[in-house]
Nanobody
Framework: QVQLVESGGGSVESGGSLRLSCAVS????????MAWFRQAPGKEREGVAA???????NYADSVKGRFSISQDNAKNTLYLQMDSLKPEDTAMYYC??????????????????WGQGTQVAVSS
């Protein structure tokens, strides 16, 4: 059973940084597609960043140049480095995983397994 556990969320002022982590367990971690999503109150869940098995990345336009997705195979952990944070980045952030081979998709339907989320709050 795949388990994803996010951590690293918190409150930060505008312009600050946070690094989110997603610890993966329940299978032999390898470069299947993984992604970060976020959902703000009253809004739909949106894809933020994704990485495929070849290390190719994909970012939402709203975070390009500010966020960076990476993974540490030895630690079975996915990361999201978030810099130059803005109040509009405030949301619950989720990591997601799929065993499907292919693309670094930002569509939620591509992913099979989800974490419980970690809250990020950015004040102006």
């Amino acid at each position: 059973q795949v388990q994803l556990v996010e951590s690293g969320g918190g409150s930060v002022e505008s312009g600050g940084s946070l690094r989110l982590s997603c610890a993966v367990s329940g299978y032999t971690y390898s470069f299947y597609s993984m992604a970060w999503f976020r959902q703000a109150p009253g809004k739909e869940r949106e894809g933020v960043a994704a990485i495929d098995m070849d290390g190719r990345t994909n970012y939402a336009d709203s975070v390009k140049g500010r966020f960076s997705i990476s993974q540490d195979n030895a630690k079975n952990t996915l990361y999201l480095q978030m810099d130059s944070l803005k109040p509009e980045d405030t949301a619950m952030y989720y990591c997601a995983q799929t065993f499907k081979v292919g693309i670094a998709s930002l569509r939620s339907g591509w992913y099979d397994n989800w974490g419980q989320g970690t809250q990020v709050a950015v004040s102006s």
